[in-house]
């Protein structure tokens, strides 16, 4: 049993196995002098869980001063007193199949969440974990959905803002200021920042895109179920070439957006929708190709 202060001398009573386990793999604190005192252990191993925690020390710093760096643009309206700042994103624009689904998510300030990211450069497992970390400690989040017709009938960058617009509304605490992955919401009446690429420049649109992408992602494995064959559990809808040689031979099925010249063609139709490519929607709508080509 660790004492509750614990002191140099310490050191010596627990294994090496222990204190491995603890400030290693658990990441507790250790004084400075316990540190000392490690460093100075004879025992087999010593040396290496000293570096390794002096690694996890250095990791730690660079974790917290990338986290800071993510409140660049929370920290100015907190500071002016706005405490129910929501990020907003969405998730799903490329894929040819399912619905577009976004997120908006209000932190509370002292919300530090280690390894959160654009959801695209983090691993699933790790998105799953955060989404769940998010959730619990969020002052309050909402999703948002447009379905397939929706995306069919008025296109897809419409559509995602309709997606946004519905999860801002769903919030259960009504938001002071929006931060918006590379968009504006005009029909909402709240002060709100559009920033291109934001998911990976705020912590809050972040959590926002881990929210979204995590749903959508649960979204199209349940998909996969009512329609298997199409591996939908695996690309989550997106363009590859797992989704292509399905639609080849299965062809479209009733979650495909048929606006979308991939599956215009499998139904063999003209192509019409070209609204994911053109300059409205993609380059001069300051949404970013990482997000339009995104991988699943």
């Given at each position: 049993?660790?004492?509750?202060?614990?002191?140099?001398?310490?050191i010596?009573e627990?294994?090496?196995?222990e204190?491995?386990?603890?400030?290693?793999e658990?990441?507790?604190?250790?004084?400075?002098?316990?540190l000392?005192?490690?460093?100075?252990?004879?025992?087999?191993?010593?040396?290496?869980?000293?570096?390794?925690?002096?690694?996890?020390?250095?990791?730690?710093?660079?974790?917290?001063?990338?986290?800071?760096?993510?409140?660049?643009?929370?920290?100015?309206?907190?500071?002016?007193?706005?405490?129910?700042?929501?990020?907003?994103?969405?998730a799903?624009?490329a894929?040819?199949?399912?619905?577009?689904?976004?997120?908006?998510?209000?932190?509370?300030?002292?919300?530090?969440?280690?390894?959160?990211d654009?959801?695209?450069?983090?691993?699933?497992?790790?998105?799953?974990?955060l989404?769940?970390?998010?959730?619990?400690?969020?002052?309050?989040?909402?999703?948002?959905?447009?379905?397939?017709?929706?995306?069919?009938?008025?296109?897809?960058?419409?559509?995602?803002?309709?997606?946004?617009?519905?999860?801002?509304?769903?919030?259960?605490?009504?938001?002071?200021?929006?931060?918006i992955?590379?968009?504006?919401?005009p029909?909402?009446?709240?002060?709100?920042e559009?920033?291109?690429?934001?998911?990976?420049?705020?912590?809050?649109?972040?959590?926002a895109?881990?929210?979204?992408?995590?749903?959508?992602?649960?979204?199209?494995?349940e998909?996969?179920?009512?329609?298997?064959?199409?591996?939908?559990?695996?690309?989550?809808?997106?363009?590859?070439?797992?989704h292509?040689?399905?639609?080849s031979?299965c062809?479209?099925?009733?979650?495909?957006?048929?606006?979308?010249?991939?599956?215009?063609?499998?139904?063999?139709?003209?192509?019409?929708?070209g609204?994911?490519?053109?300059?409205e929607?993609?380059?001069?709508?300051?949404?970013?190709?990482?997000?339009?080509?995104d991988?699943?």
């Open positions: 049993m660790m004492p509750p202060s614990m002191r140099s001398e310490d010596a627990l294994s090496i196995e204190i491995r386990l603890r400030f290693v658990e990441g507790r604190s250790l004084s400075n002098a316990c000392e005192a490690l460093a100075a252990d004879q025992r087999s191993g010593a040396v290496a869980v000293y570096r390794a925690i002096l690694r996890r020390r250095r990791e730690n710093r660079a974790e917290g001063q990338r986290l800071r760096n993510l409140l660049r643009y929370e920290m100015p309206l907190w500071e002016r007193g706005l405490t129910r700042v929501a990020g907003v994103d969405e799903g624009m894929p040819l199949a399912g619905p577009v689904v976004a997120a908006a998510v209000i932190l509370p300030r002292d919300f530090r969440p280690r390894g959160i654009d959801s695209k450069q983090v691993e699933r497992r790790e998105r799953e974990r989404a769940i970390e998010i959730k619990r400690h969020a002052l309050s989040w909402a999703t948002g959905q447009s379905t397939v017709d929706e995306i069919d009938r008025h296109n897809i960058y419409r559509a995602g803002l309709m997606a946004m617009r519905r999860a801002v509304e769903g919030l259960g605490a009504v938001p002071e200021h929006l931060l992955d590379a968009r504006r919401l029909e909402l009446k709240v002060p709100q559009g920033i291109i690429h934001g998911d990976a420049k705020s912590l809050t649109i972040a959590a895109s881990i929210i979204a992408k995590t749903t959508r992602d649960a979204l199209m494995v998909y996969d179920r009512v329609h298997p064959g199409y591996g939908f559990c695996r690309h989550k809808g997106y363009p590859t070439a797992e292509f040689a399905a639609l031979r062809g479209p099925c009733s979650i495909h957006r048929r606006s979308f010249a991939p599956v215009r063609r499998a139904l063999g139709l003209e192509p019409e929708q609204d994911l490519f053109s300059p929607v993609a380059l001069s709508s300051d949404h970013g190709e990482d997000e339009l080509f991988e699943p």
